[in-house]
């Protein structure tokens, strides 16, 4: 495990990006933009919001300045004021917590006060995944009207338990990325939900009516896309694609632009054989190729949200994503047609350890929670 930086709460490091921007030849049909027509990469500043956190899953904003942090093992949410956190609701009874499955991803409406969390549950047939609505009181201080949104996802031991939320800006779609629970047949069983990324009413729970098998009177009418290992990240870009981020195995953590009712390639059969391709092309049908893939060694790619405001220069329109393993912020450009252009990885974000989610807030800035399992914390990335 890295050690973290010993700092102050209000520590900020600012320094110039290193200079890791490295370009990738893009496609003939979408021939990159001059990088000197592009502005400069700004320095960042990062501060600390809040520390004493515990394997901190997911944060998001809520309303006046609040944010909201999920802790996997502690199954707890807490809010996040002025620096100070405070427990919002400590949800041990209901959250099931074994190995990477426990309390995981939010979603958050701040104007309806409405928050959803994707989290492992107890059942009389064993443990699953499943998503949880709340509404959330005018001082955002208890939750009341709990619904089960959405349930059955496959769980095991708790491996491959990854679940990642994500509220589509337009319209009253919530997208949800699963985990193979580390069963071979999941990823492209469509009517198992797990190996997925589902798309689901945010109210009703019911499936959304343009799914690509929305007419099945089974599972698979929530299926979005299929054939994942284990998602990790979901982000919606400016021209309202989504895209996933996905852990690999030995090899090939992945970035995908997601197409409707595509086949992201990932059949660990027989058994579960993790010496097959993360996007296997023998398989029937089409497979759609990752946008981007660690190749090997895997750096273990988690939480990512795009990046905007012209504050940020040349890093303006990539994709933030973080990396557990890899200990690391990388920012992705990616032409229009999900081709690509560069990666870049600044030094001043290599050393806080694991690094879980990244949240983009409203004025530009990114958040991002660390994963080292003891003294955790939201950090805040600006640009100077």
Same mark, same amino acid.
């Given at each position: ?23 990738v030849a893009p496609a003939a049909s979408a021939p990159s933009p001059s990088a000197s027509h ?16 515990? %394997? /901190?899953? =997911?944060?998001?904003?809520?309303? #006046?300045?609040? *944010?909201? @942090?999920?802790? +996997? ?15 919002l609701a400590r949800l041990g009874r209901l959250v099931w917590v074994s190995g990477e499955t ?83 047949? %999941? /990823?492209? =069983?469509?009517?198992?939900?797990? #190996?997925?990324? *589902?798309? @689901?009413?945010? +109210? ?121 393993? #890899? ?58």
């Amino acid at each position: 495990m890295v050690r973290l930086l010993a700092s102050s709460l209000a520590l900020a490091i600012t320094l110039a990006l290193a200079p890791l921007d490295t370009p990738v030849a893009p496609a003939a049909s979408a021939p990159s933009p001059s990088a000197s027509h592009r502005p400069a990469a700004p320095a960042l500043k990062v501060r600390t919001v809040v520390r004493g956190l515990q %394997n /901190p899953w =997911d944060v998001q904003q809520g309303a #006046g300045g609040r *944010l909201l @942090v999920s802790e +996997r093992d502690r199954a707890r949410i807490s809010v996040v004021r002025n620096g100070k956190r405070r427990t919002l609701a400590r949800l041990g009874r209901l959250v099931w917590v074994s190995g990477e499955t426990g309390l995981l991803s939010l979603a958050v409406d701040a104007g309806s006060r409405t928050l959803w969390a994707c989290h492992g549950a107890r059942t009389s047939n064993g443990p699953e995944v499943r998503v949880t609505r709340w509404r959330v009181d005018r001082r955002w201080r208890t939750l009341s009207h709990r619904k089960v949104l959405l349930s059955g996802f496959p769980a095991t031991s708790g491996r491959h338990g990854g679940c990642r939320l994500l509220l589509e800006r337009e319209g009253d779609a919530l997208l949800v990325g699963t985990g193979d629970a580390a069963v071979g047949t %999941n /990823p492209r =069983d469509l009517d198992s939900l797990g #190996g997925k990324v *589902l798309r @689901v009413h945010r +109210r009703t729970g019911g499936p959304m009516p343009d799914n690509p098998f929305a007419g099945s009177t089974t599972a698979r009418r929530f299926v979005w896309t299929y054939g994942h290992r284990n998602v990790q990240g979901l982000a919606q870009r400016a021209d309202g694609s989504v895209w996933s981020v996905e852990h690999g195995s030995d090899r090939d953590d992945e970035v995908n632009l997601l197409v409707p009712g595509g086949d992201y390639g990932w059949n660990p059969v027989p058994g579960y054989d993790e010496s097959v391709p993360m996007t296997d092309h023998s398989l029937p049908g089409v497979q759609q190729e990752a946008a981007w893939s660690s190749g090997a060694p895997t750096i273990a790619t988690s939480g990512a949200a795009w990046v905007r405001g012209e504050q940020w220069g040349s890093l303006d329109g990539t994709l933030a994503v973080a990396a557990l393993k #890899g200990s690391e912020v990388m920012f992705l450009r990616f032409d229009d047609q999900g081709g690509l252009l560069s990666v870049t990885r600044p030094k001043v974000l290599q050393r806080f350890g694991r690094l879980r989610s990244v949240t983009s807030t409203r004025n530009g800035d990114l958040l991002v929670t660390t994963d080292n399992g003891a003294g955790d914390r939201v950090l805040r990335i600006s640009p100077r």
